[in-house]
């Protein structure tokens, strides 16, 4: 694998080793940053890597850094371009991962949100896979709720919630799964995965939990939402979902931008369907690939050359 050679910090692009911050930092401390991740896939075929709709997670980037107050001094614009000059320089002709990072730099003790230090960080590794996505994966529900809106709002992408994250994914880990699902504190309805979204298929529909049950509003899953309707002309309900839905759904799969379309074959040791990738599940990863190399000119729109 290899190793990111520069980073986008304090302002320039600089080696690295050169990207690094002061122990005092507040998002070191109190975990008062907002990140993005973001995908360039490779494409053999043209040998192009194309940016998946960076503007769009670019978007809900400058959309979260309202919530933590957090003022990102680069438009839309100017940080397609820093992305796009640092993935040049970068070089890479594999496919990878783009981690903008807004963040908190004050140096003084306590945690808050006020101030004008803040600064944004861009770096860019090689990634394939995140979780299986040719198997199904196992997983369970996690003992560890998703945090609630009015607590840490999930929808923001806040590093220090990610702490949930990490909760919730070492005890799948530890205890032999894959994965783990979450309920949301209040309603006790599935939510999302550790870091990506889920979707439940029964007769031929999809069904995934609403914005408003504590997930991140993910790209993946709106680019999953558009691409069923438009090409397979399957439906999407967004509704709240119960856990013993799940035992008796005929698919399950998770989206993200790290997990891409995986599918899920067992949840708390019941097999869903036939414990095989579903027939839906598979179509979908299928064209959610071709889409993303830029190969169905309808959603090129969404991908940016390098
Ligand atoms: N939920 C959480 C908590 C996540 O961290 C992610 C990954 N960004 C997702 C969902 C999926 O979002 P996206 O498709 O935008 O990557």
Redesign the pocket.
Known sequence: MNKPQYAFFEGKIVPIEEARVDVRTNALQYGTGIF??IRCYWNEKTKTGYVFRMED?YK?FIANSRIMMIKIKYSLDELCNITLELLKKEKYTEDCYIRPFAYNSNLDIGPKLIGDDQELSIYIIPLGKYIEIDKPVSVCISSWDRIPDNSIP?RA?ITGS?VN?ALQKSDALLNGYDEALTLTTDGRHVS??????FFMVKNGILITPPSTDD???????D?VIKIAKEIEDIETIERSIDRTELYTADELFF?????QVSPIGFVDKRTIGTGEIGPITKRLQELYFKVVKNEIPQYSKWCTEV
């Open positions: 993005e991740g997670h809900r999930p992408k990610y994250a999302e995965g550790s870091a990506m979204n997930i991140l509003e993910g790209i993946t899953r680019t989206t993200g931008t790290g997990a």
